[in-house]
């Protein structure tokens, strides 16, 4: 009889990678929504998993570049320069965030039935706060955008394992 059969479960010696474990992570991103800057950010992820499906953690990261987009340089060309010297255009100083994190999906794949890669898919919660810079020749447009802001924090990911220290 099949372990289906027999009332057994389906998925036998599941591998508990994330229960009570840290979890260490490098962060690398960039902006999207900005249409002057793309503001490239790295940082770094600390994380501990209560459980194998709840954890918590926070997330840190500075500004390492602020790279012009081509309707900014656009800008520049054709708006004349006293209009376009009143402008100023945000960049992203540093960011940090709280999160919670919930694995409902977890599980194991059989690579021509030779290797198992175990994974999972997982959401994320939070808040987050960024301190956030501006560039410009006009000191009152730039005090203006100056200051930090907090933003809710909504993402999904997964990991595939490589072995028991490496995901």
């Known amino acids: 009889p099949s372990p289906l059969e027999q009332g057994g479960a389906v998925v036998r010696r599941k591998l508990l990678f994330r229960s ?15 249409p002057f800057n793309r503001n490239v ?9 209560l459980t194998n499906e709840f954890g918590i953690g926070g997330t840190f990261g500075v500004g390492v570049a602020q790279l012009q987009t081509d309707l900014r340089k656009n800008l520049g060309e054709t708006v004349p ?9 945000t960049q992203i100083n540093w960011l940090a965030s709280v999160e919670a994190s919930y694995v409902p999906i977890f599980g ?3 690579i021509m039935n030779g290797v198992i890669v175990n994974y999972n898919l997982h959401f994320i919660g939070g808040v987050g706060f960024v301190g956030q810079g501006a560039e410009g020749s ?3 447009a730039v005090a203006n955008i100056e200051g930090g802001t907090v933003a ?16």
Do not use: M, W
Request: charged share 15%.
């Open 41 to 49: 950010i790295a940082g770094a992820n600390l994380s501990f998993h």
């Open 138 to 140: 006009n000191p009152a």
């Open 152 to 167: 809710p924090l909504v993402g999904f990911g997964g990991r595939f394992y490589v072995n028991d220290f490496i995901s």
């Open 108 to 110: 194991k794949l059989s």
């Open 20 to 34: 009570t474990r840290f979890e260490a992570a490098q962060v690398v991103g960039f902006t999207l929504a900005d």
């Open 81 to 89: 320069e006293d209009t376009f010297n009143d402008l100023a255009f």
